[in-house]
């Protein structure tokens, strides 16, 4: 995130049901079987809810966008959400934060969400307040 400094223009894009468009591996695929009355059935793409999911997505957008971004869409057919996605922008919200050429900062909204809690006033109410 901190790469995106010093950008006079940025891009941010989402894209359309992104994990199922990351095919599972074929030894996986296997270890990933799941029963039903109507017989067994192996995941061909990546489910949502996996451990790491997350992290085999970034991984996979690295290597994919690693030498050229543009170029490369067509090539893994990924289809990207419009109404997600920002070209050529000053700035943009990402993740809770907003990103701009002077740095990143946390989006106003959940400072104002943050400051508005109630205090904790016992340690139950103090963990809740942690996640």
């Known amino acids: 995130m901190d790469a995106t400094t010093g950008h006079e223009s940025l891009t941010f ?3 359309s ?4 468009q990351i095919r599972m591996y074929p030894v996986d695929e296997e270890l990933m079987a799941f029963r039903t009355p109507k ?4 995941y061909k ?3 949502f809810g ?3 999911v997350s992290a ?10 690693d030498d050229m971004l543009h170029k490369n869409f067509e090539l893994y057919q990924l289809k990207m959400s419009p109404l997600k996605c920002a070209f050529g922008v000053t700035s943009g919200k990402f993740l ?3 990103f701009h050429r002077h740095g990143i900062e946390i989006e106003q909204a959940k400072i104002d969400y943050v400051i508005a809690l109630a205090e904790p006033h016992n340690m ?3 963990k809740r307040l942690q996640g």
């Open 17 to 20: 049901l992104v994990y199922n």
């Open 56 to 65: 085999t997505n970034q991984s996979a957008m690295q290597k994919i966008f």
């Open 13 to 15: 894009m989402d894209g």
């Open 124 to 126: 139950h109410e103090f």
């Open 50 to 52: 996996l451990k790491n």
């Open 96 to 98: 809770g934060f907003v």
């Open 45 to 47: 793409v990546i489910p």
């Open 39 to 42: 017989g067994v059935y192996c």
